[in-house]
């Protein structure tokens, strides 16, 4: 079972960046596409980017152009780059990995089966 813990989350001013950083451990990561998503107190949980295994990246629409998915294998590490962020940027952000390897139907959290604890961000002035 893979354990996720989320790190970087904190308080920013709107057009500022931040980086989430997610280390795995307890299983064989470089072998899953892993991803981000981010909730809303009462909303569901949102897809933010997603990872393949061999480094194919997916992004939500609101995000594209702004925020960078990657992930060091030799380090167990997935990271979220988040640039020129908005006020609706703020939520808290969770870590997942994917039950694959291919990321199949990635947009969907019941496709991982295994999060973090999540992180806060929050964009403000």
């Known amino acids: 079972q893979v354990q996720l813990v989320e790190s970087g989350g904190g308080l920013v001013q709107p057009g500022g960046s931040l980086r989430l950083t997610c280390a795995a451990s307890?299983?064989?990561?470089?072998?899953?596409?892993m991803g981000w998503f981010r909730q809303l107190p009462g909303k569901e949980r949102d897809f933010v980017a997603a990872i393949r295994s061999y480094g194919s990246t997916n992004y939500a629409d609101s995000v594209k152009g702004r925020f960078t998915i990657s992930r060091e294998n030799a380090k167990n590490t997935v990271y979220l780059q988040m640039n020129s962020l908005k006020p609706e940027d703020t939520a808290i952000y969770y870590c997942a990995k994917h039950e694959g390897w291919n990321g199949l139907e990635y947009h969907l959290p019941q496709r991982y089966d295994s999060w973090g604890q999540g992180t806060q961000v929050t964009v403000s002035s």
């Open positions: 307890g299983g064989t990561f470089s072998r899953y596409a």
